[in-house]
């Protein structure tokens, strides 16, 4: 039995802090460890609710990182400014303008933050009549010599994680694979970049000097082994056990989904009146329903992908050929297996010939471009998480949410596929 007492939302569950029962995979939690102290940057990537962020939370200690939540508006000049605001300073704008057009901003480092003194010790030194007085530095928000200059100032030397990195604008992502260039070369910073994709190489298809440069983390993968354990240190922390059948038709069933696992048990503790840890070894009988909790599970959600598939099928505006919508088609109509593989540019072009309006007179180039854009639909459209990506590298369309895998294989297809006005099968 667990010397300690913890409730079940701290053990099982989604929640903000890291899960009493997190379990390091070699594939991810070791391979960021032995390479911290490289001082190179890193991409975690994977779907969501893998555990991505409860990885970075993990393997670091919360002093030795600031954290940017990236948002879906952002321009690289405010990725910029959202990085010198959590380092320590105070932004205003200033009057003067850059080559492009675009304000400078004053940057003044906050008394006392990390440590610095009431002068503001990332203040310029101007010299007056009067003598000398400190002003703050003006500095132009998309010259990444700039921030680079005023993170120096201040002796910064933490990880900068920028979180949620896929919501931003492509644009921005592209930009800011550029300016990630120069803060290698120019700078001794390091960024830890977290993101919902399966491609190793985003940031290198955006900018492929970045090449060599970038160390890729695959989050999305847990094994069925490390799966069990995360079950098993949660049994044993609440002093529960679960059956074997539950446990075994729980990771047959979950397509590797960490957020499944966890959240089944959950209800399940829930449902049998177990919410901290029992005095007394409790076993859970065999004629708990782990289908049913996983229905339930998955069925929460089930607003949320109709939404997506409806607003995912109008595309960015009204067109002709429909591409988005027909998009959905390969997806809605496949076998669950080959849902969890991807789909790659050809299969999609060619069952798209099979059935849309246009037939074989289809432009593949459509297809591409469709595909292409598809996170950018996404982001428009404020879906969150994600659902689909395409990798560039690799020419396959993925799901990154797998939850939506599992619902879907739970769903009469005909009646999605007349949701978003495709033909039945």
């Not at 009067?130 to 132009?140: A, F, M, N, Q, R």
């Not at 440069?213 to 993968?221: C, E, G, S, W, Y």
């Not at 059956?243 to 075994?248: A, G, Q, R, Y």
Request: charged fraction near 25%; charge should be negative; aromatic fraction near 8%.
């Amino acid at each position: 039995m667990s010397e300690q007492t913890h409730t079940v939302d701290e053990v099982f569950g989604i929640n903000r802090d890291l899960p009493l029962n997190y379990v390091a995979r070699d594939s991810a939690d070791n391979v960021l460890v032995n390479n911290l102290a490289r001082r190179q940057h890193l991409v975690i990537y994977g779907s969501s609710k893998q555990g991505k962020t409860s990885l970075r939370k993990h393997c670091l200690n919360t002093t030795d990182y600031i954290v940017v939540h990236c948002s879906n508006k952002w321009s690289l000049e405010q990725i910029h400014e959202a990085i010198l605001k959590q380092a320590g300073y105070e932004i205003t704008v200033s009057t003067t303008k850059n080559t492009s057009g675009k304000h400078k901003i004053f940057a003044k480092a906050i008394a006392g933050f990390l440590g610095y003194g009431a002068e503001g010790g990332a203040e310029a030194e101007k010299t007056e009549e009067s003598g000398i007085t400190k002003v703050p530095l003006e500095l132009d928000p998309s010259d990444v010599n700039d921030i680079i200059a005023a993170l120096n100032n201040i002796n910064f030397t933490k990880f900068i994680v920028l979180e949620d990195f896929h919501y931003l604008p492509i644009e921005t992502q592209r930009d800011f694979s550029v300016a990630l260039k120069a803060f290698h070369e120019n700078s001794k910073l390091c960024f830890i970049i977290i993101g919902v994709w399966l491609e190793e190489n985003r940031l290198s298809v955006y900018n492929g000097d970045l090449v060599g440069r970038l160390l890729p983390i695959n989050a999305d993968k847990w094994e069925r082994d490390e799966l069990e354990k995360v079950i098993n240190y949660g049994e044993a922390l609440l002093n529960i056990q679960f059956s074997e059948n539950f446990k075994n038709e729980l990771l047959d069933s979950c397509y590797g989904s960490i957020y499944i696992v966890q959240e089944t048990c959950h209800q399940c503790c829930v449902s049998e009146n177990i919410h901290v840890t029992q005095v007394e070894h409790k076993t859970i009988e065999n004629n708990v329903s782990c289908k049913e909790i996983i229905d339930n599970v998955v069925n929460q959600q089930g607003g949320r992908f109709n939404s997506f598939l409806a607003q995912f099928s109008e595309g960015f505006q009204d067109t002709e050929l429909e591409m988005h919508k027909w998009l959905l088609y390969p997806i809605l109509t496949a076998e669950i297996d080959e849902i969890e593989k991807g789909f790659r540019q050809s299969v999609i072009r060619q069952k798209l010939q099979e059935k849309h309006p246009r037939g074989n007179d289809l432009n593949s180039g459509n297809v591409t471009q469709s595909l292409q854009s598809a996170t950018s639909l996404q982001i428009k459209k404020e879906i969150k998480p994600m659902v689909l990506d395409y990798d560039q590298t690799n020419l396959r369309l993925n799901i990154v949410d797998k939850s939506f895998q599992i619902w879907l294989s739970r769903q009469d297809r005909n009646e999605l596929l007349e949701l978003v006005g495709l033909p039945t099968i």
